[in-house]
């Protein structure tokens, strides 16, 4: 049976409100994110859920913890983790950002490529496959392992998920729904 997934996005960082791309670093929530989760608590609460994954990343599971803790379990999973931007964690999103496009095969200096964190997603989406058949799971984490999930399971280039990525065309919403059949 498919696998229904839910994707939630962190709340917003520390990191994200001084423009800086935070990759691999682990940062905390703004105050801005914290309520954030609790908004999200509140628009989502007529969703059910066999289990909420979150990235082993503190935004990701900090958020998961605010919305989620004590509705739902939750699992931490490293393999849900930003991409890791190698020399490039916690600097300028000027600077990081128009790199991310370029290094979808080619690593981050001293980091990975978005073709690696594509298959810690695609492990993680196997480990699904044999452990929840027909489950409605919810994943709270990442530009990257979202991204991954677009192209691994709507089948679209890297190029379309960057260029329809819900940042870049400013459409957030509360929860992306994607299928694993």
């Known amino acids: 049976m498919p696998i229904k997934i839910t994707f939630f996005a962190h709340g917003t960082t520390t990191d994200n409100e001084k423009h800086i791309s935070s990759g691999a670093s682990d940062v905390d929530l703004s105050e801005k994110g914290i309520q954030q989760s609790i908004e999200l608590k509140e628009q989502t609460k007529d969703k059910k859920f066999d289990v909420v994954f979150c990235s082993d990343l503190k935004r990701a599971i900090h958020s998961a913890n605010i919305t989620y803790e004590g509705i739902f379990p939750i699992i931490i999973d490293k393999r849900l983790r930003e991409c890791d931007y190698g020399i490039y964690n916690a600097k300028e ?62 089948g679209q280039t890297w190029e379309e998920a960057f260029e329809q990525d819900w940042r870049k065309i400013h459409a957030w919403k509360p929860g992306w729904e994607y299928e694993l059949k």
């Open 93 to 154: 999103s000027s600077i990081v950002e128009p790199m991310q496009e370029k290094n979808i095969t080619d690593r981050f200096p001293e980091g990975e490529s978005y073709e690696d964190v594509k298959a810690r997603v695609a492990d993680f989406l196997e480990f699904l496959k044999q452990n929840y058949d027909g489950k409605h799971v919810a994943i709270v984490a990442h530009k990257a392992p979202q991204l991954a999930l677009d192209v691994l399971l709507k």
